[in-house]
């Protein structure tokens, strides 16, 4: 028998498909179906290493620890990652197959369906359920001819579709009832239902709107998604959590540096989950001001973050950073940034040479292989404990193996960088870190458990918000 299959697009960008499509997987899975996500084209730079050695967008392997399973190249085919502003890596099926331009998306991309189309049957016959996330806004006429992501993936896959509306952001109601009056007759014909997500109060206050929705739309409201008080779940596209003032005295202060390309930023995730630590992006150089711990997180196209940070001047502020006895971690791009050089003799990101930040006494080589490794294994310094991550990189870089999982440290201590993402996921070796920089004594909690813990609570909000008979349909 066949997968059930279901499609979650939204009225725009950030409606919440992704933590939506996580949180049904969730509530699936604890419900015994074996369920699979599945995303046919994402766009971002935050990436995750699959169990099968290829990568995926980070949202599929948050729906895939929803759905208790190891991610897997199919369930996310074609993974595209800027590197400027109109041009992006091609990532099928788990590996780099080459660079787009803007200018020639169109064409580009509809040869891309057919592997897309494959990841899904395989999901299909393996599972119970398939849980498609759409991306960004299926009302976009000028997308429409060629397009895999949104109504051209379900009509060639015959998928059947929600749409999800942010009310958060105001204006759902017309966000709802536009985008179905932008699609084509056939596909608002694939419309099963609409849900209104992130409602703050009491239901009663949205009156009769769903029901004239309904009316209006000829499509009913499957549910009022609550939105869930301090959902902390890694985000794909912009760390919003991020984004504000400094914490509150007595706190650790973290500033990571948000350069153009930064990538992979939810590897600050389990730093800001801890108590007693607070976790801020920076983008002009005042932002570094009063940090104990400056983070120089991942980039899609290091030479050009480390231009963007002589030029915006965030460099100068850094080693001053340091000067006054400020720590600084670098990771994977950030790591190549601290280094003495940066040599692309094979034109990775554009050919030459650049002078690093020289804060580490180490020279990287980029070289054409991406070198994509998940890794388990123990800390030898500064203490053992068991790390847990993930390695995705163009660059080779010398440095001490008796760091790991640290590539290189500083003469004074005081600058560290590794090449592991999600570095601080591991409780244990977090708390170490955290014990021996700051003489901090964290919680040490695992972030995967703390992931799944807040997943069960978007599944319950879930649950409670769906209409009768709409998650029934999921179930074989």
């Known amino acids: 028998m066949s997968a059930r299959t279901l499609m979650l697009q939204g009225t725009c960008s950030g409606a919440g498909k992704t933590a939506l499509v996580a949180g049904l997987c969730r509530l699936l899975a604890r419900r015994g179906v074996r369920v699979a996500p599945f995303k046919p084209q994402n ?8 169990a099968d050695g290829g990568e995926i967008g980070r949202g599929q392997w948050l ?14 085919p074609v993974l595209l ?10 990532v099928v099926q788990g590996q780099v197959t080459g660079r787009l331009e803007a200018r020639a ?27 498609v996330e759409g991306a960004g806004s299926p009302a976009e006429p000028n997308l429409r001819a060629g397009d895999i992501a949104n109504m051209g993936f379900a009509e060639a896959a015959d998928v059947p579709v929600w749409v999800v509306g942010d009310i958060d952001r105001g204006g759902v109601f017309a966000s709802l009832l536009g ?4 699609l084509e007759p056939g596909d608002r014909a694939r419309v099963e239902a609409l849900l209104i997500n992130r409602f703050r109060g009491s239901p009663e206050l949205l009156g009769e709107a769903p029901a004239q929705l309904e009316a209006r739309g000829g499509v009913p409201v499957a549910g009022v998604v609550p939105a869930v008080a301090g959902l902390h779940l890694p985000e794909e596209d912009a760390p919003y959590r991020m984004a504000g003032p400094r914490g509150a005295g007595g706190a650790l202060q973290v500033a990571a540096v948000a350069y153009p390309r930064l990538s992979n930023h939810d590897d600050l995730d389990a730093l800001e989950a801890e108590p007693g630590v607070h976790v801020r992006l920076a983008r002009r150089p ?11 997180p991942g980039s899609k196209h290091v030479r050009s973050d480390l231009a963007w940070l002589r030029e915006a001047g965030m460099a100068e502020a850094l080693l001053r950073h340091v000067r006054y006895g400020g720590r600084v971690i670098g990771l994977c ?3 190549q940034m601290l280094g003495e050089a940066i040599e692309d003799p094979e034109g990775v990101e554009g050919g030459g040479s650049a002078a690093g930040l020289g804060l580490l006494p180490v020279h990287t080589r980029l070289a054409p292989s991406k070198r994509l490794a998940e890794v388990e294994a123990t800390a030898r310094w500064p203490a053992p404990a ?12 010398g440095g001490d193996p008796a760091l790991f999982p640290f590539v290189a440290r500083s003469a004074d201590g005081r600058v560290l960088g590794s090449y592991l993402h999600r570095l601080f996921d591991s409780g244990p070796f977090r708390r170490a870190l955290l014990l021996e920089l700051f003489g901090l004594e964290g919680e040490g909690g695992d972030e995967r458990a703390r992931i799944r813990a807040e997943l069960d609570r978007l599944a319950d909000a879930l649950e409670a918000a769906l209409a009768p008979g709409w998650l029934a349909r999921l179930i074989p």
């Open 43 to 50: 766009m971002s730079n935050n990436a995750a290493v699959t």
């Open 63 to 76: 729906q895939a620890v929803a759905a208790g399973l190891e991610a897997h190249t199919d369930m996310n």
């Open 81 to 90: 990652k800027p590197e400027a502003d109109r041009t992006a890596q091609v």
């Open 105 to 131: 998306f169109r064409e580009a991309r509809q040869p891309l369906l057919a592997p897309a189309l494959a990841s899904f049957e395989r999901l299909r016959a393996g599972y119970d359920a398939v849980l």
């Open 179 to 182: 985008t179905l009056e932008w």
């Open 286 to 296: 005042a932002e570094l001001d009063g940090a104990d711990l400056v983070v120089l």
């Open 333 to 335: 791009g950030g790591l």
């Open 386 to 397: 068991a790390v847990h991550g993930y390695e995705i990189h163009h660059g080779v870089t």
